[in-house]
């Protein structure tokens, strides 16, 4: 999947005006002039001109095509004709995804508030759109008159979130986690000063190929909490890609015949079994999926971003999961209900650090500890 989504060229996002007093295109024509002086001027490598020329072509084509079958219609019904432009999802050739939004031209004061509205703008809230954006090599954004790459976003995307106190959250949260190894990919003199002060405040925030591919993938789930999927499988499929891995395990591969439980009992097991990291049962107690395990966590809702930056934990032979998926093991006692607790973390090695983490998330009074007592179980 990260093959499919990293041949796109470039993501074009153009920010449109409310109301086009303008002749339909000049948005476009304006566009065109501040790409034919661009790679004058940009420092480091900027996509192709002429291909991306013909696309904008092509397209300011379509929508002048496209508002006079409006205007048409329109006035065969005795309507007053439409005057913003219309949005078109995709250029013929599918390497290039458009946004037409409508911002005030008194928002977009400066770069930041440009870049901090792109960020947040809900054409972004679609699972698969944050993970084309990211993807893409080369992403060339255009903000009426201004135009910014990829690499300038990241760090000032940082900032925002650094200005909202590390809240992970959404496409800010996904940008955030890939600009740490790319601060000072920037030779640009107004982002390089900024870039070392980001990279001093968010120092926590570690380099995504350092971990293994569950954590990144539990860090990806706890980020991707506001995204939205027409089809909820999506919201973890839509993210495969971003794993920094060459190929996607079989247990995690698209499977859309699955149901919703049976998917998210698939990944759960996975996440737990590899490597025996617990850490998602956190999610559960207050997040249960129905018609799964009690250990299953509903993972549509919020989850809590906070340990992602954490260590992995060491290895924990003790835990296991049933061939069927529907019983949770550990130290042979199994794990059947889920309680709020104070303290949910892993911190030291051993099978005792185990039972006294689960002596804070399990009911003792509804679990089923096999052949033991509750007592034998926690030492109580």
């Known amino acids: 999947m990260s093959e499919i989504y990293s041949t796109a060229s470039r993501v074009w996002v153009w920010f449109g005006t409310p109301y086009n007093t303008l002749p339909l295109g000049a948005d476009l024509h304006a566009l065109t002039q501040v790409l034919n002086v661009a790679g004058e001027s940009y420092n480091r490598e900027t996509p192709d001109r002429e291909p991306f020329l013909a696309q904008l072509s092509r ?14 219609a329109s006035s065969k019904a005795g309507e ?27 928002f977009l004061v400066n770069l930041f508030d440009q870049l901090y509205f792109l960020a947040r703008h ?5 699972i698969w759109i944050v993970q084309e954006f990211v993807l893409a090599k080369r992403v060339p954004i255009f903000i009426i008159g201004a135009w910014v790459f990829y690499l300038d976003l990241l760090p000032a995307v940082a900032f925002c979130l650094f200005e909202e106190q590390h809240h992970l959250e959404g496409i800010l949260g ?50 991707r909490y506001s995204s939205k999927a027409t089809i909820d499988h999506d919201l973890f499929y839509g993210i495969l890609g971003l794993l920094y891995e060459v190929e996607v395990p079989p247990a995690l591969q698209p499977d859309y015949r699955q149901s919703f439980e049976q998917l998210t009992l698939q990944y759960t097991r996975y996440l737990i079994g590899n490597p025996k990291d617990l850490r998602i049962l956190e ?19 919020r989850m809590r971003p906070r340990d992602f930056t954490k260590p992995v934990p060491p290895a924990m032979g003790s835990v296991s999961i049933s061939p069927d998926g529907l ?11 889920i309680l709020p607790c104070t303290c949910c973390e892993l911190d030291h090695d051993g099978a005792e650090d185990v039972l006294e983490f689960l002596q804070n998330v399990i009911l003792v009074g509804a679990a089923r500890i096999t052949n033991r007592t509750s007592g034998a179980v926690f030492g109580d």
């Not at 007053?80 to 005030?104: K, M, N, Q, Y």
């Not at 809900?122 to 679609?126: G, L, N, P, V």
């Not at 190929?209 to 569950?214: E, G, N, Q, T, W």
């Open 59 to 72: 397209l300011e084509s379509s929508l002048c095509q496209s508002q006079v079958d409006q205007d048409t």
């Open 80 to 106: 007053a004709p439409v005057t913003s432009g219309p949005c078109v999802p995709e250029i013929a050739d599918g390497t290039t995804a458009i946004v037409h939004a409508l911002p005030s031209r008194n």
């Open 122 to 126: 809900e054409y972004f809230t679609r």
């Open 174 to 223: 996904v940008l955030a986690f890939n600009a740490y190894d790319l601060f000072e990919a920037s030779k640009s003199a107004q982002w390089l000063s900024l870039a070392k002060y980001i990279r001093r405040l968010t120092n926590r925030i570690p380099s995504p190929r350092a971990f293994h591919l569950s954590v990144n993938l539990i860090a990806f789930l706890r980020l």
């Open 283 to 301: 999610e559960t107690y207050k997040n249960h999926l129905l018609d799964c395990p009690s250990w299953v966590p509903d993972m549509r809702h």
């Open 327 to 337: 019983q949770l093991q550990v130290e042979g006692s199994m794990v059947d209900k």
